[in-house]
């Protein structure tokens, strides 16, 4: 089974440009996730979706971040203006609908790391 | 105050040791709890759920105390290909994550 997809493994912008980040997810998994992993923390949440529609955005900095999934599957991350602060691991997750072994698993993918210059 | 707290270590053991982390949550809802692990610039992967009744999962065992608001994992006989970073993970029942910022583990031989 495919894991999950994320393109580009890596980028490096100027600040205030723009950039995006794109994640296909596993084959049938209804919930989509984007964190952010800074250096030495751990992954925090910015958006979930379940199919193309948003469950949770409470964190996502929507002055200059954007995201979508528009036919349920794969998912777009934008970036607009990037700030210093933005360089950090873009990590894409899926997981599915149902529990398996009690749990909610979720996949990741490789992430994309972003560097503002 | 951090949701999820952990000792960022580094915890540096021998080969065959056995070593503990210890993370504590604030948020009494968090309903499940998790350890992922996470190799130097990869993703993270799930290592195991945590139970109240504790589990085991050959050389790793995770315990839950809700009362104390705690999480423990236990690694018995370290092996090299056990450095990493351990994550200490919880789901509010929203189905999203809190992670914590990371234990890092270094097994030297």
């Given amino acids: 089974e495919a894991g999950v997809a994320?393109?580009?493994?890596?980028?490096?912008?100027?600040?205030?440009?723009?950039?995006?980040?794109?994640?296909?997810?596993?084959?049938?998994?209804?919930?989509?996730?984007?964190?952010?992993?800074?250096?030495?923390?751990?992954?925090?949440?910015?958006?979930?979706?379940?199919n193309n529609?948003?469950?949770?955005?409470?964190?996502?900095?929507?002055?200059?971040f954007s995201a979508e999934r528009l036919k349920g599957v794969d998912s777009t991350l934008k970036i607009q203006p990037a700030k210093l602060e933005d360089s950090a691991v873009y990590l894409c997750a899926s997981s599915p609908l149902k529990r398996t072994g009690g749990s909610y698993e979720q996949y990741f993918?490789?992430?994309?790391?972003?560097?503002?210059? | 105050r951090k949701e999820v707290e952990q000792d960022?270590?580094?915890?540096?053991?021998?080969?065959?040791?056995?070593?503990?982390?210890?993370?504590?949550?604030?948020?009494?809802?968090?309903?499940?709890?998790?350890?992922?692990?996470?190799?130097?610039?990869?993703?993270?992967?799930?290592?195991?759920s945590v139970y109240s009744s504790g589990n085991e999962d050959g050389r790793f065992t995770a315990q839950l105390n809700r009362a104390s608001q705690y999480i423990s994992l236990l690694i018995r006989d370290s092996k090299l290909s056990d450095s990493a970073?351990?994550?200490?993970?919880?789901?509010t029942g929203r189905r999203a994550l809190t992670f914590g910022s990371g234990t890092r583990l270094q097994v030297q031989p």
């Fill in chain 1, 6 to 50: 994320q393109s580009p493994r890596y980028k490096i912008i100027e600040k205030r440009q723009s950039v995006a980040f794109w994640c296909n997810p596993i084959s049938g998994h209804a919930t989509l996730y984007w964190y952010q992993q800074i250096l030495g923390q751990g992954p925090k949440l910015l958006i979930q979706f379940q």
């Fill in chain 1, 53 to 64: 529609g948003v469950v949770d955005d409470s964190q996502l900095p929507k002055d200059r």
């Fill in chain 1, 109 to 117: 993918g490789p992430g994309t790391r972003l560097t503002v210059t």
């Fill in chain 2, 8 to 48: 960022p270590g580094p915890f540096n053991v021998p080969e065959g040791a056995t070593v503990a982390f210890n993370c504590t949550y604030s948020n009494s809802a968090s309903q499940s709890f998790f350890w992922y692990r996470q190799d130097c610039r990869k993703e993270p992967k799930l290592l195991m």
């Fill in chain 2, 85 to 91: 970073t351990y994550l200490c993970v919880m789901d």
